[in-house]
T-cell receptor, first 119, second 116 residues
Framework: AQKITQTQPGMFVQEKEAVTLDCTYDTSDQSYGLFWYKQPSSGEMIFLIYQGSYDEQNATEGRYSLNFQKARKSANLVISASQLGDSAMYFCAMREASYSGGSNYKLTFGKGTLLTVNP | KAGVTQTPRYLIKTRGQQVTLSCSPISGHRSVSWYQQTPGQGLQFLFEYFSETQRNKGNFPGRFSGRQFSNSRSEMNVSTLELGDSALYLC???????????????FGAGSRLTVL
């Protein structure tokens, strides 16, 4: 079963408008972390925002905010006031143990959403 | 502060050859992880090195190996290359192991390998 699901292969948004990129996850762990990364066409993965499972407040980083709904297991990324430079692939990722009860962790990524910002 | 540096950025190999990719982490970062990115499989975890020891390994065949040096620099090696090994190989470093908290992976720009 997919651990991270990003249901939007592609999204379009007008410059200066807000956009929400969806992410749902599946885990039985009580403690986990959720990350969003941006990957421009250059290939480098750029960290955007982090949300811990015990964090009561939604994470915010500048124009990025994470809409965390724990009961629904969703961690949607909201980008306010989109800019042309926001056009890129966006990945949701979850820190999870490599095996149940283990202490080795890795990031598991979703398939990504390609965001295009139109002028 | 210099980011994660990966070399080479692009390379072309033929089936059966081997390849070595290099990764220099951010100064002070002790953990280095490697990920493979392909259009079909997406991003998949290869392995993690910490204090010169492989701490964690993904579901890849033994042809994929790596090591970490005392200065935290890491190399990964793929032997007997197959067409399916064509991918973007991303290296990421972090201060400590990815066990808890907001310990963030910082990625390099990747090494794009094409196998002909």
């Amino acid at each position: 079963a997919q651990k991270i699901t990003q249901t939007q292969p592609g999204m379009f948004v007008q410059e200066k408008e807000a956009v929400t990129l969806d992410c749902t996850y599946d885990t039985s762990d009580q403690s986990y972390g959720l990350f969003w990364y941006k990957q421009p066409s250059s290939g480098e993965m750029i960290f955007l925002i982090y949300q811990g499972s015990y964090d009561e407040q939604n994470a915010t980083e500048g124009r990025y905010s994470l809409n965390f709904q724990k009961a629904r297991k969703s961690a949607n990324l909201v980008i306010s006031a989109s800019q042309l430079g926001d056009s890129a692939m966006y990945f949701c990722a979850m820190r999870e143990a490599s095996y149940s009860g283990g202490s080795n962790y890795k990031l598991t990524f979703g398939k990504g959403t390609l965001l295009t910002v139109n002028p | 502060k210099a980011g994660v540096t990966q070399t080479p950025r692009y390379l072309i190999k033929t089936r059966g050859q081997q390849v070595t990719l290099s990764c220099s982490p951010i100064s002070g970062h002790r953990s280095v992880s490697w990920y493979q990115q392909t259009p079909g499989q997406g991003l998949q975890f290869l392995f993690e090195y910490f204090s010169e020891t492989q701490r964690n390994k993904g579901n890849f065949p033994g042809r994929f190996s790596g090591r970490q040096f005392s200065n935290s620099r890491s190399e990964m090696n793929v032997s007997t290359l197959e067409l399916g090994d064509s991918a973007l190989y991303l290296c990421a470093s972090s201060l400590d192991r990815l066990s808890s908290g907001a310990n963030v992976l910082t990625f390099g720009a990747g090494s794009r390998l094409t196998v002909l």
